[in-house]
């Protein structure tokens, strides 16, 4: 109940410290007498947490407790938290406007005399207070373990992370089996498993192995009938000459028709958020399984009904984890973390994984978290708690108004923001989490920018925004910023020098050619995330490095140039994306600059791959890696020779068309910390060899297909830590020798699909 009253005292000690605003003299006097009797009613709230906690159980309506004391106590706190922060906003955003500093100070001078009374008053209230009887407490906490409402330990599980959930989602659609298979997205919290699929539809991977493409949208209503969906597939699939003589036809006769036009076509349809097996049903009995990798990718959020679907050449993606970099960065960006650092974030993480209030899914190699979920016994607490506190509001599912809830939550779109004239304008975080990728009104946009000028957090989803939305540039305080905006070319000099505070710049569906030089005036800046994003030259003076940028993805390599990373020093994350055969030069020689990158993924986008001259000898990558991986460079020469020089390589994938050679060579003493080894998409792979004492820390092992692979080197097996091979797709020699090879268990041998 007094979580918002101390992260607010936190606060305070970031503003005293010049993290959001540099303080004018004036001003600092006023806000440290506010901090210093914040400090001391923070140390008597610790000695009354066990109170606090089963006043919390009364207002949740679990347990009923007579202590009026307490419970006015911190209605006094409340509203003095709500009325300090309201002055403090105020003040810091008029001081990011640019007004006169020495008229601000005596505005915030006069302004807390209020708030400093109410400490003060509050302070001499709670030397008075009495704890409430230890009995009480007692059996509160009985109460509160009886029903779940204290974990009782951590649980470690195996998973992977939304950025390899996509990877893997594209190895299911592309590398799979060659009959007609299902591909089913789970999601039973919420997550956007329609962007989620779209991102995949999307893909230059998937547009280039499926011949033709077809997305079907279930109705709530269900009012599709077998024809209606004919109808549809076809207008997606067949050639719009051929309509006109279609569209009169039986439904009998549509289904012929189509089957004869996609028999010799690989076809994806998408069927996106099912609600009933019925469309699954009709699906099934309109297409062909003309053996060839055609693909149907469905998408539910009733986990039951996936035992309603077909599934023994199908698999399956939960979506229900969430991807750890993401609440990390929004706790930053809230104030959550003291020193704002993302190590500190993670350590937050580690504790409530220990606690068991959070449940860790499959780590990196490094160790790092990659993704957790939240178990369901907490679910019904986190529905109940955050609104009777004020600390976040749901419009959709909470009761209540939450008038002074300083986090809005949106999951209905509709409903959501047609009552954004209710909510309070001291709004710090504004989310949306529906699954709607539908277009955002501009009159709720226009409400937004105008009404709430002390957001923090902006985060839209999927809501998609027709053009670049005017009047964000005046949203001084955000730090975080997401949208989607498909049709945004260029970055203006107006949102890069007024959003100064940004630390996470996240719009995933954006292709900038165009970066205004105001973006090396960004010194805050953490987290840059774009479809693709080129960057403009330094423009040298009034601008240094940006020292704090740690990841960006997806880096245009025409920017790539040894001045620009040079100016990145700290960047840790890079994923660059375009023509690297055309900017072979270019990257080749300024990788290096990059001392502090750990990881590293180079995605070619050249318009004649099979020509590409990428020449990876050249490459002078930076000694600091860790991960690293290709994707469609069609490499002509065996990359090993030059990555096994890399001393800290823990990660290798050489994924989607990566290497077209015939022959891998690992020599001796090679990849002296490699872990995971992928290889996929190797059509042509003939021969592997492998030195003496050659990847001597190698756990995990994928090769996804091996047609022509007609046996493991013999060195693989000196490896004792190896302990999981995935082989998709044997040779026939290589499958029976695996099959007969006695220690398959001990090195986690799997051989797929099952069944062969």
Not at 404 to 412: D, P, S
Not at 502 to 522: G, N, R, V
Not at 566 to 585: A, F, K, V
Request: overall charge negative.
């Amino acid at each position: 109940m007094d979580i918002n009253f101390r992260l607010f005292f936190e606060r305070l000690g970031r503003v005293l410290a010049g993290e959001e605003v540099t303080l004018p003299d004036a001003a600092k006097q006023p806000i440290q007498n506010l901090h210093a009797e914040s400090e001391i009613v923070t140390s008597w709230l610790r000695e009354f947490e066990d109170d606090i906690s089963c006043l919390l159980m009364q207002k949740i309506g679990e347990v009923e407790i007579d202590d009026p004391d307490l419970g006015n106590i911190m209605d006094e706190i409340n509203f003095f938290t709500y009325e300090s922060e309201k002055v403090i906003d105020t003040f810091i955003n008029s001081i990011s406007e640019q007004k006169s500093q020495s008229s601000c100070s005596e505005d915030i001078f006069d302004a807390l005399q209020g708030p400093q009374s109410r400490i003060t008053d509050i302070k001499q209230r709670m030397q008075q207070l009495k704890h409430m009887d230890s009995k009480i407490i007692d059996r509160i906490k009985t109460f509160e373990a009886e029903y779940g409402y204290f974990p009782a330990s951590s649980k470690s599980r195996d998973t992977v992370g939304l950025d390899d959930r996509m990877e893997e989602l594209l190895d299911l659609l592309i590398e799979g089996p060659p009959q007609l298979s299902v591909v089913v997205i789970l999601d039973s919290i919420g997550l956007d498993k329609t962007a989620f699929a779209g991102e995949a539809y999307n893909s230059s991977y998937v547009k280039h192995y499926f011949d033709c493409h077809a997305w079907i949208s279930e109705p709530y209503s269900n009012e599709y009938d077998a024809d209606q969906i004919v109808d549809i597939i076809i207008k997606f699939l067949m050639p719009s000459s051929r309509l006109s003589e279609i569209e009169d036809k039986n439904y009998e006769m549509k289904k012929i028709i189509l089957h004869e036009y996609i028999m010799t076509k690989r076809y994806l349809i998408v069927i996106d958020d099912v609600w009933t097996i019925r469309m699954w049903d009709v699906i099934r009995e309109i297409l062909p399984d003309n053996q060839n990798g055609s693909r149907v990718l469905i998408t539910l959020t009733d986990i039951e009904m996936v035992t309603s679907f077909q599934l023994e050449d199908g698999e399956n993606i939960r979506l229900d984890l969430v991807p750890t970099g993401g609440p990390l960065r929004l706790w930053i960006a809230e104030g959550f973390i003291p020193d704002n650092s993302e190590a500190t974030a993670e350590s937050y993480l580690e504790q409530l994984i220990k606690e068991g209030f959070v449940e860790a899914k499959k780590r990196k190699a490094g160790g790092t978290i990659n993704t957790c979920s939240i178990p369901g016994c907490w679910r019904p607490v986190l529905l109940l708690v955050p609104p009777e506190v004020e600390f976040i509001f749901s419009p959709s599912i909470d009761r209540g108004s939450g008038k002074k809830a300083k986090r809005l939550n949106a999951v209905e779109r509709e409903g959501d923001f047609a009552c954004l004239d209710d909510y309070d304008s001291q709004l710090h975080s504004l989310l949306c989490c529906s699954p709607e990728s539908c277009h955002f009104d501009p009159i709720d946009w226009e409400k937004i920018c105008g009404m709430f000028k002390l957001l923090r957090v902006l985060d839209l989803g999927s809501l998609v925004l027709i053009q670049y939305p005017s009047g964000i540039e005046n949203l001084f305080l955000l730090r975080y910023l997401k949208l989607n905006i498909p049709s945004l070319k260029s970055l203006p000099s107006s949102l890069l020098s007024n959003l100064l505070n940004l630390y996470t710049l996240d719009m995933p569906f954006s292709y900038i050619d165009h970066t205004a030089d105001e973006f090396w005036k960004m010194n805050k800046l953490r987290h840059l995330n774009f479809g693709s994003i080129t960057l403009p030259a330094h423009p040298g003076k009034y601008c240094g490095s940006l020292e704090n940028l740690n990841f960006i993805s997806a880096l245009h390599p025409c920017c790539c140039t040894e001045d620009i990373l040079g100016r990145l020093p700290n960047l840790r994350n890079l994923r660059i994306q375009g023509d690297l055969s055309y900017n072979q030069s270019l990257l080749s020689k300024s990788l290096c600059r990059l001392s502090c990158l750990e990881s590293l993924k180079l995605a070619n986008e050249s318009k004649m791959p099979r020509l590409s001259k990428i020449a990876l000898a050249e490459y002078l990558f930076p000694h600091s890696l860790t991960h690293l991986s290709f994707s469609n460079t069609v490499l002509m020469d065996d990359p090993m020779p030059t990555l096994e020089k890399l001393p800290l390589l823990q990660v290798l994938k050489l994924k989607q068309n990566s290497y077209s050679g015939r022959k891998l060579t690992c020599g001796s003493y090679g990849f002296p910390n490699l872990k995971v080894l992928h290889l996929k998409s190797m059509l042509w792979l003939e021969e592997w060899t492998m030195g003496n004492a050659a990847m001597p820390k190698l756990e995990c092992l994928i090769i996804n297909p091996c047609a022509y692979l007609k046996k493991m080197p013999e060195q693989l097996w000196c490896i004792k830590s190896l302990n999981k091979f995935d082989c998709w797709w044997p040779q026939p020699e290589l499958r029976q020798k695996l099959r007969e090879f006695e220690d398959k268990e001990q090195y986690g041998v799997q051989l797929y699909p099952y069944g062969i």
